[in-house]
């Protein structure tokens, strides 16, 4: 089993800037790939970014390319995710997940969830 737990939400103005953090608990740490979900009011869940266990690679959704940066730090379990430049359509539940292999863009293959965290950007 693998504990997550999201921090680091809130209420931004569009334009600001978040830094999401996701702490492991549980299993190896590394043995997981990583990723970033989000969910709006009326929504479906959506893909927002992945990172691979050692960290050499990332891949993004469209709508976050050049805004939004993954990144962990395997000796402390953890997992961020650098928001710049919100915009208001970023307003949603984030949610952190690991799952065993390869990263994955869909959601199905993860194997563990953390609880979210809101995230809000004001017009």
């Known amino acids: 089993q693998v504990q997550l737990v999201e921090s680091g939400g809130g209420l931004v103005q569009a334009g600001g800037s978040l830094r999401l953090s996701c702490a492991a608990s549980?299993?190896?740490?590394?043995?997981?790939?990583m990723g970033w979900f989000r969910q709006a009011p009326g929504k479906e869940r959506e893909f927002v970014t992945a990172i691979s266990r050692s960290g050499a690679t990332t891949i993004y959704a469209d709508s976050v390319k050049g805004r939004f940066t993954i990144s962990r730090d395997n000796a402390k379990n953890a997992v961020y995710l650098q928001m710049n430049s919100l915009k208001p359509e970023d307003t949603a539940v984030y949610y952190c997940?690991?799952?065993?292999?390869?990263?994955?863009?869909?959601?199905?293959?993860?194997?563990?969830w953390g609880q979210g965290t809101q995230v809000t950007v004001s017009s």
């Open positions: 549980g299993r190896t740490f590394s043995n997981y790939a």
């Open positions: 997940a690991a799952r065993t292999g390869v990263f994955s863009a869909s959601s199905n293959g993860y194997d563990y």
